[in-house]
Structure formats: structure tokens, C-alpha cells
């Protein structure tokens, strides 16, 4: 972009500014989201959860399920396409 465009999107500056943090956050977010140590975790957590009886076994199974969902597309490497969106 030339010089006349930037003087012109000045004023759009710190939407611009804004839009690219919120980017950053999402993009850390997602990988947090997809960490397989986070994950994991996560489902060790669940099983606690579910022999201390807070959780029944229909519930342990649809929660597990997510979690290992999470976990495949985090060891693919697949966290997120920099767009706040999952590949």
C-alpha cells in the first residue's frame, strides 16, 4: 500500500490495532484449547470426576468423547487455521 493509501486508512488505526490483538487471543486460545498436555489433563480430571460419582457413565462417555476429539486434532497439529476457526 502506498504512502496516500496509509495517510488515508490513519483514522482506521486502532481498529486495525484491535483487530490484530484479538486475532493473537484467539489464536492463543485455540492452542491452549488443542494442547494435548491440556487434554489430557482434562481427562484425567473427568475420570477422577466420574469415580468420585459426580458424573454418571452416559455423561463420562459424551465428555470423554469431546476431549478425544480435541486430543487427535491437537496432535495433528491441526490447533487452528489463524481465522478463530479449527481445521
Known sequence: MGLIGEVLLLPFAPVRGS???IRQVLN???RLY???ATVRAEL???EERLEAGEI???EFDRLEDDLLDRLEIGL???AGTGDGTAR
Request: net charge negative.
Open 34 to 36: 488443542y494442547d494435548p
Open 44 to 46: 484425567a480430571r473427568l
Open 19 to 21: 483487530a490484530w490483538v
Open 56 to 58: 454418571d457413565d452416559e
Open 28 to 30: 492463543e486460545a485455540e
Open 76 to 78: 495433528r497439529g491441526g
